[in-house]
């Protein structure tokens, strides 16, 4: 058994070796030219094989990611139960052995009585709706010492909500109820064998999803840790599929289908490779981190939407000074920084590749100075990275503005908006938890501390367990090219190093600074400039071997027999406990 434990992370350990052993000489070595240049006609076969190539993997992916993303039906109905009293009256002689109450928002307590006759009752169990019991499903079992007639279930504190209650027999079949709140008995056809992840929100879902359903319904928020626009996105997938468990997760795994020719057009804008491209998006689409994090109703998925549409055009400009990419990579970091301040992080990796270009720049052109285009340029950027950002950032708050009542371009929504700043600043740098699975960023370059979303066992000695941490390929490979990146980039002035350990390291350092509780999805926008290091190196070899294939295949080839080898604990897909621990743990603070 220890054999089949480690002879995987040994084989791919060895993968490494052999991978990193045929670069050549970095000294010597024939890196990317900045001058080189992409043919202006490509042939139309060419073409045609390059949108092949995308439809093909998209189709796949998509696939893959919205297969068993959740369910498309759930209790659309709720009630509040605070300081409510419900009674159900059960039809037929069989006893009820399980109750399976659906939550909604809120918390409290539930006192749930039995009686024969309608008016004695007996206490036989109580329930607890806690803010992580949010839009789930609960099994509750059910013993009495007679065949009840009336069950009441009473609110005794807080301010619950319910969304449906099932009654259901020995042989798993449901108990006929009639109760005068209808809300809590019109979708018994809804009710799962057993509450899981395809019915029930996990992680948390139960701040986004809720948020967003919220936002919907011009409710003031629950959630205000992170500004609006994320949340907003995730609310055109519930308006779409319902306040299901797809329809939360649905924006967030379109935007991961998103990323890939997103990342395609990235790379070949670097690189000017399509073969390049190609394995390089291969292994972004095969990382663990990427379709676990965009299958989950959080806003980390449209950050790192934002971030790489974001570095897609500073490229634009970092190389040749195109205003148009930088107008629009403007554009892109006010989207992202209205989603999530780590994309402010990403902000922070522009203004040095600006100035690397100015820098450049100058230095080029010691005999005639640029510093007229230079001013021209500085308020170009204020425009687009401080002006029309701040506008979006604004807008974004509408949905607060609505559930207050306040116009767009009053006092009160202007305040709305910097009372939220101050909280989101204060409840960041002082907020004390523990949870059994936070991380530092130390740990999370070297994969060694995965966090665990979902686990749950079940009576045949399989479980279903959903956890985040990268694809070892990528990860590990991506860490042993940052140092080669950093050799070119230091020794032989490669401005595409450059390029690519400005975006990582700007996602990454940080975080060496914050003290908060952290988890290993933070590193979940640093993974995407892995790939990118990892093509660069697949770009020496393409450009020094005529065989460099030969290197560059298997280890694509690895990195998506890995997500297959993976996929069960990264999908919540049912599987034998012991064969999963004992081939799945590759390290014993793997949560696997």
């Known amino acids: 058994m220890k054999i089949i434990q480690y002879a995987p992370p040994l084989a791919a350990a060895l993968l490494l070796i052999l991978f990193f052993s045929a670069l050549p000489n970095l000294k010597y070595c024939t890196l990317p030219c900045d001058e080189e240049k992409l043919s202006s006609k490509d042939s139309k ?17 998509a696939f893959t990611a919205f297969f ?96 449906e209650v099932v009654f259901r027999d020995q042989n798993n079949r449901a108990v006929q109820i009639k109760s005068n709140a209808s809300a809590l008995c019109d979708e018994q ?56 468990p797809f329809g939360w997760r649905f924006s967030g795994t379109f935007v991961g289908l998103l990323m890939l020719p997103i990342m395609y057009f990235l790379l070949k804008r670097i690189f000017r490779s399509k073969s390049v491209s190609a394995l390089g ?21 449209f950050a790192l939407f934002f971030i790489l549409l974001m570095y897609l055009f500073m490229y634009g400009f970092y190389e040749s000074g195109n205003r148009r990419d930088l107008a629009l990579s403007g554009l892109f970091f006010g989207l992202g920084a209205a989603s999530k301040w780590t994309c402010i992080y990403a902000g922070g990796g522009l203004a040095v590749l600006w100035l690397m270009y100015w820098i450049r720049s100058f230095i080029q052109n010691k005999d005639s100075l ?19 950002p701040c506008a979006i950032y604004y807008l974004s708050y509408i949905p607060y503005g609505i559930a207050k009542g306040a ?64 694809n070892p390929a990528l990860c590990w490979g991506g860490l042993l090219s940052l140092f080669v990146l950093i050799y ?13 350990l400005v975006g990582y390291f700007a996602q990454l350092v940080p975080w060496f600074f914050i003290k908060r509780l952290t988890f290993e999805y933070h590193y979940f926008a640093s993974s995407a400039f892995l790939v990118l290091a990892i093509s660069y190196v697949f770009d020496i070899l393409r450009r020094n071997r005529k065989d460099w294939l030969k290197w560059t295949l298997p280890f694509t080839a690895v990195s998506a027999a890995l997500f297959i080898l993976f996929y069960p604990v990264l999908s919540g897909l049912p599987v034998d406990s012991k064969l999963a621990s004992s081939l799945l743990r590759w390290l014993p603070t793997w949560p696997i």
């Open 189 to 244: 056809q809804y009710c799962p064998d057993r509450a899981g992840f395809m019915n029930s929100s996990y992680f948390d879902e139960i701040y986004h999803a809720r948020t967003a359903w919220e936002h919907l319904n011009g409710v003031w928020p629950y959630e205000i840790s992170h500004p609006p626009l994320g949340k907003i996105i995730i609310s055109l997938g519930i308006s779409l599929f319902g306040m299901t």
């Open 45 to 61: 076969r060419s073409r045609r094989n390059e949108v092949l190539f995308l439809v093909l993997l998209c189709a796949v992916y």
């Open 68 to 163: 068993g993303l959740g369910d498309t039906v759930a209790p659309q109905s709720f009630m509040p139960m605070a300081g409510n009293s419900v009674i159900f009256e059960l039809n037929g002689e069989a006893s009820p052995t399980e109750i399976m109450l659906y939550s909604g928002v809120g918390t409290g307590n539930y006192d749930i009585l039995c009686s024969q006759d309608g008016e004695n009752y007996v206490l036989v169990q109580n329930f607890e709706q806690k803010h992580s019991d949010v839009l789930k499903w609960h099994n509750l079992d059910f013993e009495s010492s007679f065949i009840p007639k009336y069950v009441e279930i009473r609110c005794t504190s807080g301010a619950p909500w319910l969304g």
């Open 488 to 500: 070119t980039a230091l020794f032989r002035r490669d401005r595409k190093a450059g390029f690519i």
């Open 407 to 470: 116009d767009l371009f009053s006092r009160e929504y202007l305040q709305i908006v910097l009372d939220n700043q101050e909280f989101m600043f204060s409840y960041h740098v002082n907020v004390q938890a523990e949870h059994p699975y936070a991380s530092r960023w130390y740990q999370w370059v070297l994969n060694v501390r995965p966090i665990l979303y979902y686990l749950n066992y079940f009576d045949d000695g399989t479980r279903s367990s959903i956890a985040a941490f990268l």
């Open 281 to 301: 998006t291969i292994i972004f689409a095969s990382d663990f981190m990427h379709f676990v994090q965009t299958r989950i109703a959080t806003i980390d998925s």
């Open 370 to 388: 640029p510093w007229r285009a230079f001013i021209k340029n500085c308020l170009f950027c204020i425009l687009f990275f401080v002006a029309i």
